[in-house]
């Protein structure tokens, strides 16, 4: 099974009340399948906060350990078996009864024991049926039909606000928000300003079958990967209305329906040049949809979400979900980076050869593996270009990495002034990255290591004094002991009168 679907099962199964079958229409399983789970959960008794984080091989483990021991009675498919007895007239439950008594009559229920549990099954699915709306527990989306025209003050060119609806179920407490088009992007945003705006977070997103929400709709919606991890980041649920089925999201029609007539048809008689006015006007009408008195209850929508919705809504994360999309999984290079938009990004050598996952925002881009962060950085658009952080290098890589010029002065400046001297001489121009430069202050860095940083330190001045500061020279006067001798210069005194001193004069006429 693939871990995001078994993960979107478990965080279902701990944090919801939905039954096997809602959960497993939901996530496009058998039902079986997350019967299976909701058994294992119950026997550890684990709790969310402790899977949230669990990689994905520890998540599975928990789920392919010895199989569990099978009930003594077998459950019937009660789904199947109210689809036989609503779709055809004549249809009986005896008949059902033998045809599920046929599979394993040992481990068959009785008939008055089958119709007993498929009665209590009806009155389970008649209950959730209804339009119910519990506190804190849905919020419906879409986007109105009107749009709000405005002018690119830059361009002048005419331009249409998109207009982003959310009511809460309980109190129906309505938002609204403006957004250039419904694409991805904006209705991630339209969804981060909604949370803000009510101060929490539902149980249960509802929206419509836009492309952003459902990337492939029918009986059973993929839903955007994206829309899917804001879900995650805000802990909350997207269950999409069934498609051409409006009363799904009925509430949704009329907060559309409203603000279209008391804000957006007051707007499109005003003149815009960004959409941040028009949200500007939108949050100051928004008061004038939610204070008015209901017809048929006491109090307004504002009364109703301060009694009902706002206490059980979930707390806010620290931060609002950030916009950004999925690479495909890569294998990671033998140089352990991994190309991202033309771009190539290091990742910890040890994952090389492995499969990472890359999550780009319009800041940073995130590697993922089983589960967990890997490494983060900076986003780059240089093209062909590569961002490398030092600690995801091998130890050896790192060393050859800090060998310049600077590195080596760091190193000389904690010996002495003729070791920076002899540092100075290897470089020529002082260029940080010259190979035979490197090489040369790598030797040493041995030679210093070798006979300690006095005695190289010394032969480095004595090297100076020659005027030969080279590898071979140093090392010659260190294997020498050459800079441990002293030398006393004797003074220069007067030579001594002697037959075969010719002297001076001798070599001004000539040698005569």
Not at 120 to 126: F, G, N
Not at 137 to 145: F, I, L
Not at 298 to 318: H, N, V
Request: aromatic share 10%; net charge positive; proline share 4%.
């Amino acid at each position: 099974m693939d871990m995001k679907i078994r993960r979107e099962i478990v965080r279902q199964l701990l944090n919801t009340d939905y039954s096997n079958h809602h959960i497993a229409r939901n996530v496009d399983v058998a039902p079986n399948t997350v019967r299976r789970h909701r058994k294992v959960l119950k026997r550890i008794g684990i709790l969310w906060a402790d899977v949230k984080d669990m990689s994905d091989s520890g998540l599975d483990a928990l789920f392919n350990k010895k199989r569990l021991p099978l009930p003594h009675k077998r459950q019937p498919d009660w789904a199947y078996v109210h689809t036989q007895m609503s779709a055809h007239k004549h249809q009986t439950l005896v008949q059902l009864w033998d045809e599920y008594c046929l599979i394993e009559p040992s481990s068959a229920y009785s008939q008055s024991q089958f119709n007993h549990y498929y009665r209590q099954y009806i009155k389970r699915i008649d209950i959730s049926m209804r339009q119910v709306h519990y506190a804190g527990e849905c919020v419906y989306v879409d986007y109105a039909g009107k749009t709000i025209p405005w002018t690119n003050s830059e361009s002048g060119e005419k331009c249409f606000a998109q207009v982003f609806v959310g009511v809460l179920g309980c109190s129906q407490y309505t938002f609204a928000f403006a957004s250039k088009s419904q694409k991805l992007e904006d209705f991630i945003e339209a969804h981060n300003k909604m949370f803000a705006f009510y101060g929490g977070i539902p149980q249960v997103i509802v929206p419509d079958n836009l492309k952003s929400a459902v990337t492939t709709p029918g009986k059973f919606p993929v839903i955007n990967q994206t829309y899917l991890d804001l879900s995650r980041h805000y802990d909350c649920v997207i269950e999409p209305a069934r498609v051409r089925r409006p009363q799904d999201k009925s509430l949704a029609e009329i907060g559309v329906l409203l603000v279209t007539r008391w804000i957006t048809v007051a707007l499109r008689r005003r003149e815009f040049f960004s959409v941040d006015e028009i949200n500007d006007a939108i949050l100051a009408l928004l008061p004038k949809v939610n204070d008015r008195p209901f017809k048929r209850m006491d109090g307004t929508r504002s009364s109703r979400f301060e009694q009902l919705d706002k206490p059980l809504l979930s707390i806010l994360p620290a931060a609002p979900f950030e916009f950004g999309k999925w690479v495909m999984p890569q294998v990671v290079n033998s140089d352990h980076h991994v190309m991202v938009n033309n771009h190539s990004y290091s990742v910890p050598y040890q994952y090389r050869a492995k499969k990472v996952s890359a999550w780009v925002t319009c800041k940073t881009v995130e590697f993922v593996h089983d589960n967990k962060r890997i490494a983060t950085h900076p986003r780059s658009d240089e093209i062909g270009g590569a961002t490398t952080l030092m600690i995801h290098r091998p130890a050896h890589h790192q060393a050859y990495a800090k060998q310049n010029y600077e590195h080596y002065s760091t190193w000389a400046n904690t010996i002495g002034e003729h070791v920076i001297a002899a540092v100075d001489a290897q470089f020529v121009g002082k260029n940080s990255y010259a190979m035979t430069g490197n090489k040369a202050c790598s030797q040493l860095q041995s030679l210093a290591k070798l006979y300690g940083h006095e005695r190289f330190e010394a032969a480095c001045a004595c090297a100076n004094e020659i005027g030969s500061l080279t590898v071979k020279s140093i090392r010659s006067i260190l294997q020498c002991k050459i800079d441990m001798q002293t030398h006393d210069k004797p003074d220069q005194t007067q030579l001594p009168l002697h037959h075969n001193v010719r002297g001076s004069d001798y070599y001004q006429h000539g040698g005569h």
